[in-house]
């Protein structure tokens, strides 16, 4: 199946396995699940657990970044 995802405003489409999980796509684009949320491309975001699968609906990859 295939996603449009964003990336700091990069979109790219993904294919990925039917029933992937947001934590199939983290793996695939090679990214540190602790440093992004999932989130649906939508008006109203609604953010995706890495377990949960992902949506037929276009996805937003947000990063963030923490310290002190």
Known sequence: MEWQVTIDDNI?????PEGATASN????LKLHPDSLLVVTDEEKMIPIPLISKLPDKPIRI???????
């Open 25 to 28: 796509l983290v793996e695939y």
């Open 62 to 68: 947000i990063l963030v970044a923490s310290g002190g």
């Open 12 to 16: 790219q489409s993904v294919d990925l």
